[in-house]
Antibody, heavy 122, light 108 residues
Framework: EVQLLESGGGLVQPGGSLRVSCTAS????????MGWVRQAPGRGLEPVVE????????YYADALKGRFIISRDNSKNSLYLQMNSLRVEDTAVYFC???????????????WGQGTLVTVSS | EIVLTQSPGILSLSLGERATLSCRAS???????LAWYQQRPGQAPRLLIH???NRATGIPDNFSGSGSGTDFTLTISRLEPEDSAVYYC?????????FGGGTKVEIK
């Protein structure tokens, strides 16, 4: 069974940093483009970033470029999002999501984790 | 950036009725790059449709997608209680893929 399990969310002060993780199982992680999508409370889905199957290429949402850094460790079946200079408006559930095992960028997200809540507040 | 506009914002219908949800793009999208997701309360999104009209694995034929160019439609042929959810369209022709604002389907 395909599973994506996010962790690392929590409360952080404005200006602080946080790293969230996603552990994958049940599929060939190293063959999949992965991504992070966030959802502010009561709001819609907002793309954050996508990373290639090898980790060599990324696509960031313009508004988040420079503050957020995505990485992956294919030996650990894990995806990471390092979030710096956090703002109140970054408060959201952060979902990890996978694309198909074709390594193609141009696919939808076919499986999502349950998300981890990041709250930025003083 | 391609902007996806979904309408209506809220759709309130009775069990067994047909639901028609619209997604309009600010510029033309090849239909192979358009997806629909369902998000029930408190849950993660679930892929329903990819390539504008192809049902994802395990999705019942109650759900269908259509459209091309800038106008796309998700149809739920007969509403069931478990269809109460928010539905999002997504384009993945330009990365990172962007989402519409969602349509909430309520069962009367």
């Amino acid at each position: 069974e395909v599973q994506l399990l996010e962790s690392g969310g929590g409360l952080v002060q404005p200006g602080g940093s946080l790293r969230v993780s996603c552990t994958a199982s049940g599929f060939n992680f190293r063959s999949c483009v992965m991504g992070w999508v966030r959802q502010a409370p009561g709001r819609g889905l907002e793309p954050v970033v996508e990373i290639s199957s090898t980790g060599s290429a990324t696509y960031y949402a313009d508004a988040l470029k420079g503050r957020f850094i995505i990485s992956r460790d294919n030996s650990k079946n894990s995806l990471y999002l390092q979030m710096n200079s956090l703002r109140v408006e970054d408060t959201a559930v952060y979902f990890c999501a996978k694309k198909s095992e074709s390594s193609s960028w141009y696919e939808p997200f076919d499986k999502w984790g349950q998300g981890t809540l990041v709250t930025v507040s003083s | 950036e391609i902007v996806l506009t979904q309408s209506p914002g809220i759709l309130s219908l009775s069990l067994g009725e047909r639901a028609t949800l619209s997604c309009r793009a600010s510029q033309r999208i090849d239909s192979i790059y358009l997806a629909w997701y369902q998000q029930r309360p408190g849950q993660a999104p679930r892929l329903l449709i990819h390539g504008a009209s192809n049902r994802a694995t395990g999705i019942p034929d109650n759900f269908s997608g259509s459209g091309s160019g800038t106008d796309f439609t998700l149809t739920i042929s007969r509403l069931e209680p478990e269809d109460s959810a928010v539905y999002y369209c997504q384009q993945y022709m330009y990365l990172p893929g962007t989402f519409g604002g969602g349509t909430k389907v309520e069962i009367k």
